[in-house]
């Protein structure tokens, strides 16, 4: 990160700085909140975690480097210098804010409820063939995380493409406060977060107040073949640009071309042109991502060749529609999260399988009173895409197969439906419920914690 002085950064956050005056104008080399990711001359972020208080650390991040601490508590006659303030959470906002103010970059924001994580991607992948790109890390897309992603940003970087993730009203203003999007990207308004923002329209008034904080003469992306987005007028007065499958999209795609699990060829057509690209990532909404991708090029002054080399060096990520070759199957690891969207898209994505198929579901989060209801219509969706074997596990998911088992006429004979408690008693009967060459996908909510399922088939 560029440096910020002691002085600078206790102005930013409203702190009151403690220590030796001529300590005030060093300049910190990085923020950080893990103790273990201190470095020479770091700012260490005391946050209150749900197991752990960073106040505890205070001492050992100092001894082991770094320059100065942000602290909610009176340290007293300490030997270090440290910044008192009243909230370090909300601190690590207001300087992450401030820094975002002293660069000049350009930021793209990506929110949505289905597709933010692979539209991230594959826009990274689209503008690097231009610019240095920095792009959020992981799921470092919240209140901590974005913060965290911002002091990332160096010099070098030329456009930042920052994942913006929430769940409650007012989320994403803050979100906003600090990005300072140039461009706005939304890819869908799904069921998703429906327990706290209500209905779909509640998650269109969240998810758009990104642009309340935009550049105002920055431009707006959106998914023109989304019902919620398509004419939606923004209050700043921008015009929103449109891509989709629809051919009155300005981004549109034609003659697409399923390929299975190989992926998927389009004609993408542009306010300027025309041309073929190949998707590497199979799915249909991967033709979506591509789109926002080359709107987010088009937008920044890329060549057709430029995007479609983007477009077609877009990789999958692990927990993201990450094909897996093992020595007994092809998994679909798509465990990072679910929503009922998301998960009718992966089945989707397995049904192009040529091999047996295995769906390996979980429960999903956050989807409020007509839970039950959704996990019911994943399970029938996968009965209606031919999978050959279902597994539901938890309890929702459990409930939703033994409700459709009930119902014989529900049933077809080529669907085989399992259920289990828990990922554990799955895995004590998954070696003999499987078989060789079996296509594999495993998806569920992030806090069903998948990935072990997909570590323990990989090893089988």
């Known amino acids: 990160m560029k440096h910020m002085s002691l002085q600078e950064i206790a102005a930013a956050c409203g702190g009151v700085y403690h220590g030796d005056a001529a300590l005030a104008s060093r300049e910190v080399s990085s923020v950080v909140i893990d103790s273990r990711k201190i470095e020479k001359d770091s700012l260490f972020v005391a946050i209150k975690g749900a197991r752990v208080d960073g106040h505890t650390f205070i001492p050992q991040v100092m001894e082991n480097g770094a320059l100065c601490s942000i602290s909610e508590q009176d340290l007293g006659?300490?030997?270090?210098?440290?910044?008192?303030?009243?909230?370090?959470?909300?601190?690590?906002?207001?300087?992450?804010?401030?820094?975002?103010?002293?660069?000049?970059?350009?930021?793209?924001?990506?929110?949505?409820?289905?597709?933010?994580?692979?539209?991230?991607?594959?826009i990274a992948s689209v503008l690097s063939q231009k610019y240095n790109v920095l792009k959020t890390a992981g799921n470092f897309n919240n209140e901590i995380g974005l913060p965290l992603t911002v002091f990332q940003i160096r010099e070098e970087h030329e456009v930042a493409v920052l994942e913006m993730g929430i769940s409650h009203f007012g989320e994403m203003t803050r979100l906003a406060k600090i990005a300072r999007p140039d461009i706005c990207v939304i890819t869908n308004i799904g069921a998703a977060h429906l327990e706290n923002l209500g209905t779909r329209d509640g998650i269109l008034k969240?998810?758009?107040?990104?642009?309340?904080?935009?550049?105002?003469?920055?431009?707006?992306?959106?998914?023109?073949?989304?019902?919620?987005?398509?004419?939606?007028?923004?209050?700043?007065?921008?015009?929103?640009?449109?891509?989709?499958?629809?051919?009155?999209?300005?981004?549109?795609?034609?003659?697409?071309?399923?390929?299975?699990?190989?992926?998927?060829?389009?004609?993408?057509?542009?306010?300027r042109s025309r041309f073929r690209a190949h998707i590497n990532i199979?799915?249909?909404?991967?033709?979506?991502?591509?789109?926002?991708?080359?709107?987010?090029?088009?937008?920044?002054?890329?060549?057709?060749?430029?995007?479609?080399?983007?477009?077609?060096?877009?990789?999958p990520i692990s927990g993201r529609n990450n094909l897996i070759e093992?020595?007994?199957?092809?998994?679909?690891?798509?465990?990072?999260?679910?929503?009922?969207?998301?998960?009718?898209?992966?089945?989707d994505v397995l049904s192009y399988a040529d091999t047996r198929t295995a769906a390996i579901l979980g429960d999903m989060g956050e989807l409020g009173e007509n839970r039950r209801q959704m996990h019911l219509d994943v399970v029938q969706h996968a009965i209606s895409k031919g999978i050959d074997v279902v597994v539901c596990i938890g309890e929702l998911m459990s409930e939703a197969?033994?409700?459709?088992?009930?119902?014989?006429?529900?049933?077809?004979?080529?669907?085989?439906?399992?259920?289990?408690p828990s990922k554990d008693a799955f895995l004590k009967e998954a070696g003999s419920l499987l078989k060789e060459g079996d296509t594999i996908l495993v998806k569920a909510s992030h806090a069903m914690e998948f990935p072990e399922i997909v570590e323990k088939l990989t090893a089988l």
């Open 77 to 122: 006659d300490v030997p270090y210098p440290y910044i008192r303030v009243s909230s370090c959470e909300q601190a690590l906002k207001d300087i992450a804010e401030h820094y975002r103010r002293s660069l000049d970059i350009k930021v793209v924001g990506i929110s949505g409820s289905v597709g933010k994580t692979s539209t991230k991607e594959m």
């Open 206 to 271: 969240a998810k758009t107040e990104m642009f309340a904080y935009m550049n105002p003469e920055g431009t707006i992306i959106l998914n023109g073949d989304d019902d919620k987005l398509r004419g939606f007028i923004p209050e700043n007065g921008i015009s929103p640009v449109y891509f989709g499958l629809d051919s009155s999209c300005p981004f549109h795609a034609e003659h697409v071309k399923s390929l299975g699990l190989k992926g998927t060829d389009a004609d993408f057509v542009t306010p």
């Open 282 to 315: 199979p799915g249909a909404h991967m033709v979506h991502n591509a789109l926002a991708g080359a709107a987010a090029g088009y937008t920044l002054g890329l060549s057709d060749d430029e995007i479609i080399k983007g477009i077609e060096a877009n990789v």
């Open 326 to 347: 093992t020595g007994h199957y092809t998994i679909i690891d798509d465990c990072y999260n679910a929503n009922p969207v998301s998960m009718e898209a992966s089945l």
């Open 401 to 420: 197969a033994a409700q459709i088992c009930s119902a014989s006429d529900s049933v077809t004979d080529k669907t085989a439906i399992h259920s289990y």
